[in-house]
């Protein structure tokens, strides 16, 4: 399935604001806001905080990954045009451990 097909199956965002990826210490490592350009990615993390409980690991990367279906190509040829699946892929191949917070709007 392409990244649309799956954005249309996860759930709605439009109660949220953003949604911030913290370490175990809740340091914020990364954000993604509610903003044009960013609604695809923020739906896709929120729908890997609902399935996998709030963790972002190896595990959950991978599904993101899958989720993002062709965009994951560009981002490996293209570090950095992708922030958002590159987290996920330094996740998986760093086999960190990472807690995603969904900020309510």
């Known amino acids: 399935m392409s990244f649309q097909d799956n954005l249309a199956a996860m ?7 953003g949604l911030n990826v913290c370490d175990a ?14 609604l695809g ?3 896709l993390y929120h729908a890997l905080a609902a399935e996998f409980n709030g963790a ?9 990954l899958e989720w993002f279906a062709e965009h994951v190509a ?6 950095g045009k992708h922030p958002n699946i590159d987290l996920l892929l330094q996740v998986q191949n760093e086999n960190l ?7 309510p709007a």
């Open 25 to 38: 210490e809740g340091n914020m490592l990364h954000h993604i806001p509610a903003a044009p350009g960013k």
């Open 11 to 17: 759930p709605a965002i439009d109660h949220l604001s």
């Open 56 to 64: 972002l690991n190896a595990e959950s990367a991978a599904r993101g």
């Open 97 to 103: 451990d990472y807690h995603l917070h969904p900020l």
């Open 41 to 43: 990615s923020l739906k």
């Open 74 to 79: 560009d981002a490996r040829r293209h570090p």
